[in-house]
């Protein structure tokens, strides 16, 4: 399989290096340390798989559905620090396939590459433990709706997905709007649509990700709150 490493610090790509090339089958065919050096090597090389740490100097997020929307065949596995719920699951709807710790262990780190390119997902404990403790089920994200289309949503459906962000039943979104239930539910069902989320906890990540709501109201209600 052919790898690059793409992370702005020299140490992690000679330590990320010494453990991949030396596992069989593994060829490291370019490492970047910015994300114009691995959209140059992505071209030049066509990888199967990127190690990333986006979080690190020269790289963000964004190059990822960037380049995956020229290069659908690349599986990106992330190696970053600690990060929060909401960032770990944004990386996910993003494009990254496979998601470790920077202070995982050797084998873990092996493992993700290997899962990754046999076509499954690998993530580390330590992911996994932080997105369920924001009482989010990895296997409820909607891996598979990434696109590059803009998310276009009304304002009143904004206002829906704040007041939901908040913890309102669609009772009391309804009282407070001068809506029907039955209005809410399907203004629910249409946001949960355009923003690619099957459940609350979706709708409630991105309102704290685009601040309509701050931080401190990141709440997850139950979806039987809507019933």
Not at 31 to 46: C, H, V
Request: with cysteine.
């Amino acid at each position: 399989m052919y790898v690059i490493l793409a992370d702005s610090n020299d140490l992690v790509r000679i330590g990320l290096r010494t453990i991949l090339q030396a596992q069989p089958g593994v060829e490291i065919v370019g490492e970047a340390r910015s994300k114009d050096e691995l959209q140059s090597q992505i071209d030049s090389f066509g990888a199967g798989i990127v190690v990333i740490d986006y979080t690190s100097f020269g790289f963000d997020i964004d190059v990822i559905p960037k380049i995956l929307s020229q290069n659908k065949g690349v599986r990106f596995i992330a190696i970053t620090p600690e990060q929060s719920a909401q960032t770990l699951v944004d990386a996910l709807r993003s494009g990254v396939t496979s998601y470790i710790k920077k202070d995982c262990d050797v084998g873990e780190i092996i493992n993700a590459v290997e899962e990754t390119a046999n076509g499954s997902k690998f993530f580390c404990g330590q992911i996994l433990e932080t997105i369920r403790k924001a009482s989010i089920d990895v296997n409820d994200i909607d891996f598979d709706s990434f696109n590059c289309e803009p998310i276009i949503l009304s304002e009143r459906e904004n206002e829906i997905i704040k007041l939901i962000a908040e913890g309102l039943t669609n009772v009391q979104i309804a009282d407070q709007l001068f809506l029907s239930s039955h209005t809410v539910n399907t203004h629910r069902k249409n946001i949960m649509a355009k923003l690619g989320v099957k459940n609350t906890a979706g709708i409630v990540m991105y309102a704290v990700k685009t601040n309509l709501v701050s931080p401190n109201k990141f709440l997850f209600a139950g979806d039987a709150a809507f019933n």
